[in-house]
């Protein structure tokens, strides 16, 4: 009988895709979209084209091959073995490690270690590893922050050491990375159009089937899982990653303490923001989606006045959503005109220069 059900569901299958393929004469139209749970979240893959299955699924195969190299809860990765390694031993890392640990090596130094790889014992001990939830004592932190600092790390081609007890989460940066080789297989592929969202970390891709821009929600922090958003932001070819304070976070005695963690104290950064969005347009070959990610976690870091700073004077190319515990929504000019207030949010706006 399953094997019966299992002819009728393909045929019916193969008659809906003929139906498709026949009206649908414009291969820009052929679409694919597809869900997919990794690195910790969920992602989706909306892809037009002649070519938006292939694509589609050479996306998800990239994203599985990542999250093997990379998860630090799976012990046969390579970040594992990097993080279990002694003092000053080599551990020997693909290529597409290497590329990922040499980009977030860079925002370490532009951001002056308010992005640090290194953090991972310190995230580790207040339980965002495992979500095992706790608060850590001031020597325990002051200890771990004794093994945190990207000069504690050096990578020599394809090899990787460290001084003892250093290890690293790429957790800050990898799903960026992710979307750069959305973007590299979308372009192989000739995808002329589709969307990439994968947990915070969107690519929109070209424009839609109407023509109009895609459309970016900014969360409201203060209510993540409800509408109206604090804003909308039109974009073609952009990335746009959030970092926020209420994507994961504990409580306990009453006081509440989220996933970003300030290098310099060891815990939950203080900022005064509870988001940070950061807008970049895709370049051919360069690593903006990367950029956007790291960028987006320092700067929440960092805080409204040194971010701002940044935004200015880093030579970093990208514009800025900033959302402020005190009801603000900070937009640089660069994306005010693609950027649409939500007036029943409760918040106020406010353009820099
Ligand atoms: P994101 O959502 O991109 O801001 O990344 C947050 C994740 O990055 C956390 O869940 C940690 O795994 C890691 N992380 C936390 N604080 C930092 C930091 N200061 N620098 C680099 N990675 C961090
Ligand atoms: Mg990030």
């Given at each position: 009988?399953?094997?019966?059900?299992?002819?009728?569901?393909?045929?019916?299958?193969?008659?809906?895709?003929?139906?498709?393929?026949?009206?649908?004469?414009?291969?820009?139209?052929?679409?694919?979209?597809?869900?997919?749970?990794?690195?910790d979240?969920?992602?989706?893959?909306?892809?037009?084209?002649?070519?938006?299955?292939?694509?589609?699924?050479?996306?998800?195969?990239?994203?599985?091959?990542?999250?093997?190299?990379?998860?630090?809860?799976?012990?046969?990765?390579?970040?594992?073995?990097?993080?279990?390694?002694?003092?000053?031993?080599?551990?020997?890392?693909?290529?597409?490690?290497?590329?990922?640990?040499?980009?977030?090596?860079?925002?370490?130094?532009?951001?002056?270690?308010?992005?640090?790889?290194?953090?991972?014992?310190?995230?580790?001990?207040?339980?965002?590893?495992?979500?095992?939830?706790?608060?850590?004592?001031?020597?325990?932190?002051?200890?771990?922050?004794?093994?945190?600092?990207?000069?504690?790390?050096?990578?020599?081609?394809?090899?990787?050491?460290?001084?003892?007890d250093?290890?690293?989460?790429?957790?800050?940066?990898?799903?960026?990375?992710?979307?750069?080789?959305?973007?590299e297989?979308?372009?192989?592929?000739?995808?002329?159009?589709?969307?990439?969202?994968?947990?915070?970390?969107?690519?929109?891709?070209?424009?839609?089937?109407?023509?109009?821009?895609?459309?970016?929600?900014?969360?409201?922090?203060?209510?993540?899982?409800?509408?109206?958003?604090?804003?909308?932001l039109?974009?073609?070819?952009a990335?746009?990653?959030?970092?926020?304070?209420?994507?994961?976070?504990?409580?306990?005695?009453?006081?509440?303490?989220?996933?970003?963690?300030?290098?310099?104290?060891?815990?939950?950064?203080?900022?005064?923001?509870?988001s940070?969005?950061?807008?970049?347009?895709?370049?051919?070959?360069?690593?903006?989606?990367?950029?956007?990610?790291?960028?987006?976690?320092?700067?929440?870091?960092?805080?409204?006045?040194?971010?701002?700073?940044?935004?200015?004077?880093?030579?970093?190319?990208?514009?800025?959503?900033?959302?402020?515990?005190?009801?603000?929504?900070?937009?640089?000019?660069?994306?005010?005109d693609?950027?649409?207030?939500?007036?029943?949010?409760?918040?106020?706006?406010?353009?820099?220069?």
């Amino acid at each position: 009988m399953r094997r019966f059900m299992g002819f009728v569901l393909a045929a019916a299958l193969l008659v809906s895709l003929t139906a498709c393929a026949g009206a649908e004469a414009d291969p820009d139209k052929a679409q694919e979209s597809i869900q997919v749970i990794a690195m910790d979240t969920v992602m989706i893959f909306t892809v037009y084209g002649e070519r938006s299955t292939h694509a589609a699924y050479e996306a998800e195969d990239m994203i599985r091959e990542l999250e093997d190299l990379l998860s630090r809860t799976d012990a046969e990765s390579q970040v594992s073995a990097i993080n279990r390694a002694a003092a000053e031993e080599t551990v020997a890392v693909d290529e597409e490690v290497r590329r990922l640990l040499e980009a977030a090596e860079k925002y370490s130094l532009a951001t002056e270690g308010a992005f640090d790889m290194t953090i991972a014992p310190v995230v580790s001990a207040w339980g965002f590893t495992e979500d095992s939830y706790r608060v850590p004592s001031r020597g325990e932190l002051t200890e771990l922050l004794s093994h945190v600092g990207a000069d504690k790390l050096t990578l020599d081609g394809n090899t990787v050491s460290h001084e003892a007890d250093v290890q690293i989460d790429l957790g800050g940066i990898a799903k960026g990375y992710a979307s750069d080789r959305v973007a590299e297989i979308f372009t192989e592929n000739a995808v002329p159009r589709g969307w990439a969202s994968l947990g915070g970390n969107v690519l929109a891709w070209g424009d839609r089937p109407d023509g109009t821009p895609w459309r970016v929600g900014i969360k409201n922090p203060r209510h993540p899982d409800e509408e109206p958003f604090v804003g909308l932001l039109e974009l073609k070819d952009a990335y746009a990653v959030t970092s926020g304070s209420y994507e994961r976070f504990f409580e306990e005695n009453g006081n509440t303490y989220h996933h970003i963690i300030d290098p310099a104290t060891g815990c939950p950064a203080d900022s005064g923001l509870t988001s940070v969005t950061v807008v970049a347009d895709y370049a051919a070959g360069q690593d903006r989606g990367t950029m956007c990610d790291a960028l987006s976690t320092a700067l929440f870091v960092m805080g409204e006045e040194k971010a701002l700073d940044f935004w200015r004077n880093s030579g970093y190319d990208f514009d800025l959503v900033l959302v402020t515990e005190d009801g603000r929504v900070i937009v640089t000019d660069g994306i005010a005109d693609v950027f649409t207030a939500e007036d029943e949010s409760g918040y106020t706006y406010e353009t820099v220069s």
